[in-house]
């Protein structure tokens, strides 16, 4: 329950902080959405890639320099 | 000629008009008639303008596809039509111009006959959800045709033409022809034509593809979108890399057993080699291929637009763009350092194999009404599952293409081939030898809707 408090209010205040409306199917979506997508979010975020040298301005039609 | 000329392959069709044997505007009538009495079915075609249609024929000049009768996406600009995107609005303005899709048709001599529907905002991977009403799938009119080019891939399958113009963001060309039983070419980034798209000037994932029922047709086509000759070569020694992983293998058991007979049969026929290669994080990556194109998609949208939204369009679309604005900067600067890592590690891979093959979704296409896919990990929604498979070549740049290879069901299973960056026409050369290597079992499989007696016609 705590994580969809923190869920419900990360939502909540982000859209709020934004200005944007939210009705109840907008959020009931918007949770769905959340609950699908941020997990991954996460995962992504903890994923180690200080050793990834950037790559500038990347010509995705060739392979990388 | 013997037979209903709107029943060959692409190639065929331009080739009989070509020599004479078919009139274009008996054609162009007939293509018309067909839709008219296949659509309802399918709602593959979302708008048919036969006068302007016919101005085309009219003003065609003589070129590969001339008077061929094709579908494009509800995704680029006509002359005469905006883009709708699949959607009751659009948050950027949309206007009719000719598009780069439109314009390479046009000078190859090509008849546009109608406007293919979509997955609403291109943002799914099923076609379930689109403002016309969902494209039905002709293999089982109950389940997803794929998205977000479903129309396009309905009007293939369903034989309303034989050729469509799609798009592909995250393997939206790809599923679709996996799911009705096409082949379907992802070109590299910035090889086809793309102008006009409300996108162009920020993707760096979107490409415009073909989607036909084998790959020379696929390459015919590819090579009008491309601007250029896709040459065909034999694939002979064809190195195919396979990747064992938990994301990879997370797929149905028929799909699974499918995949791996054509990988053999590809292997056999070219006289190549299977070898067995490692792509860490491909999970995170399809992750990180999303984060870029909502960031790509949200630019310039604002806070009250998202107030002021369209009331037709579908609460799963108002509320994922609302969620979108939620994302952290953060994960996007941090998805594009993925995507840095993986452009890297596919260059090294490319140094050893030619293609890396997958199935291009983990199960055939899912009920309209819940598009949801059993998997050995778990019951799925199909677009956390298709986007696995999928979106790799979009944010790495290189061009990948879906074959038919079986099914499972009475549905279609496929494989994605992916080849290094400007390796498009050692993709088709592949999937021919693939066709080669199954008699064209599969390519040439029809579902029974397109199978119905030529009085129709």
Known sequence: ?65 | MSGDPLDLGLRAQAAALAAGEVDPGELLDAALARIEQRNPALNAVVETFPERSREMLAAAPSGPLHGVPLVIKDEWPLPWRAQRFGAAELTVPTAPEESGPYRALRDAGATIVGVGNMHELGAGSTGATSFYGPAHNPWDPERCPGGSSSGPAASVAGGLVTGAVGADGLGSVRFPAAYCGLTGLKPTFGRAAMEGHHMAPTTSLIVSGPLCADAADCRLLGSVLCGEKLPAGDAAGLRIGVVRDAVSEDVTPDVREACEQAIEALRGETSGEVREIELPDLEPAAVAAILIINSESMGGTTPQQLNELHPELSPVARGTLKYRMLLPAAATVQATRVRTMMRRRLAALFEGVDVIAWPTVPAPAPPLEAPVVALPSGPTVADQANVRGGALANMTGIPAISVPVGLSGGLPVALQLQGAWGADALLLDAAEALERANGRRWVDARPPLAQVAPTEA
């Open chain 1, 1 to 65: 329950m705590e994580g969809t408090a923190q869920t419900d209010q990360f939502i909540a205040s982000g859209l709020a902080a934004l200005g944007i409306e939210a009705d109840e199917v907008d959020l009931a979506v918007i949770g769905a959405v959340h609950q699908l997508l941020w997990p991954a979010v996460v995962e992504l975020l903890a994923l180690d890639t200080a050793a990834v040298e950037p790559e500038p301005c990347p010509d995705l039609s060739k392979a990388p320099r």
